[in-house]
């Protein structure tokens, strides 16, 4: 028996690499696509990093000029801006390397350190900037009102250009959705800036600089904390957003031949990359392999996974086990097999049939 295990491991290993790599072809016969999609992507990237730097540089200037917060505090966030779409350019750099050493999926996670990066610092400064405008709030410097109004109105067309550039880049990519969402908040910013810099120069109400500057903080916390979480999820390993590991399971153990799934494990590589582990139990008799492309054809086309590693045993193939074929019921043998074939198992255990778990 353990001789008979042994070579169907070495074939199922065989026959899941040669499924593994031809799900994969249809990707790599993409290869050159994906390639020129990624240089497109940072060609988007630079040409919206060269808007926001040129503008900034003016935006300082008029800002000290103009006594105006909310115009400082759009450069300052403009300097956010530039910073996260730089680092977004090195992830990509980064992810693009090859698996090789003890990156054994590379480093497709830089692009999650980043997007966390831009979270974090979206939240800093949303800090800093909420303090400052509750200071003026309180005891409102006088404002250029002009000055004000006619730069935030070049900051919405400079930020429509900016956020027109990267909309076109692949925004799947939580690395690019954080750089994105910097300059959508800035815009906002400069759409608030330039009410208040009307509001002053029509009605000399110096207090609108500082409410335009807490409603950009409001942007800024919200958009800071929803890339926080999403990077968040993604290093804790959590399951992809929208798919319950349970709901999944039970729709595999329902399949033909299946009897029981454990130690299953959903999590994802990068944003849009989820993998899948499960160990799963066929009743005696079964094919195994029609079983595994089977489940493996259902996790592509139902869930897009497919980057999955799938053990298949039979209920009772262990040689401990070997008295549990002579049992007839397919889910009693594999409850009393469960703990040989993973002595610490991690989650719960679905099992086909009225015993479910």
Aim: glycine share 10%; net charge negative; charged share 20%.
């Amino acid at each position: 028996m353990t001789g008979h295990s042994d070579s169907h491991d070495h074939d199922d290993h065989r026959d899941h690499a040669h499924d593994h790599g031809g799900g994969h072809g249809g990707h790599g016969g993409h290869g050159h696509s994906h390639g020129v999609a990624a240089d497109a992507d940072r060609r988007w990237l630079m040409s919206a990093l060269v808007l926001i730097v040129v503008f900034m540089a003016g935006e300082v200037v008029v800002g000290f000029a103009a006594q105006s917060l909310a115009l400082i505090s759009d450069a300052a966030h403009m300097l956010t801006d530039a910073a996260s779409i730089v680092l977004a350019l090195i992830a990509m750099r980064l992810a693009a390397r090859p698996a090789r050493g003890g990156f054994t999926f590379g480093l497709k996670r830089a692009e999650i350190l980043s997007a966390q990066a831009n979270g974090v610092t979206l939240l800093v400064l949303s800090a800093w900037l909420g303090y400052e405008a509750i200071g003026r709030l309180i005891d409102p410097p006088d404002t250029e009102g002009g000055l004000v109004l006619v730069t935030a109105l070049v900051g919405i067309v400079v930020n429509l250009a900016a956020a027109w550039c990267m909309s076109k880049a692949n925004r799947s990519s939580l690395n690019v959705e954080g750089a994105f969402q910097h300059v959508v908040t800035d815009l906002y910013a400069f759409i608030a800036t330039a009410v208040a810099g009307a509001v002053v120069l029509v009605t000399g109400f110096a207090r609108a600089d500082a409410i335009a500057s807490l409603v950009v903080v409001a942007l800024m916390l919200r958009a800071g904390t929803g890339l926080v979480r999403d990077s968040a999820r993604i290093f804790l390993e959590a399951a992809p957003a929208g798919v319950d590991p349970d709901a999944l399971a039970d729709e595999l153990v329902a399949a033909p031949e299946v009897v029981e799934i454990h130690d299953l494990h959903l999590w994802e590589i990068t944003s849009g990359l989820p993998a899948l582990s499960a160990h799963i139990l066929v009743a005696p008799g079964g094919d195994c392999h029609a079983v595994r492309r089977d489940l493996q054809r259902r996790l592509r086309e139902e869930y897009r996974i497919t980057h999955a590693t799938l053990q298949v045993d039979h209920v009772g193939e262990d040689e401990e086990q070997q008295q549990l074929l002579q049992i007839t019921d397919a889910v009693a043998a594999a409850e009393l097999a469960g703990a040989e074939h993973c002595a610490d198992s991690h989650g719960p255990v679905h099992r086909a049939g009225p015993h479910a778990h």
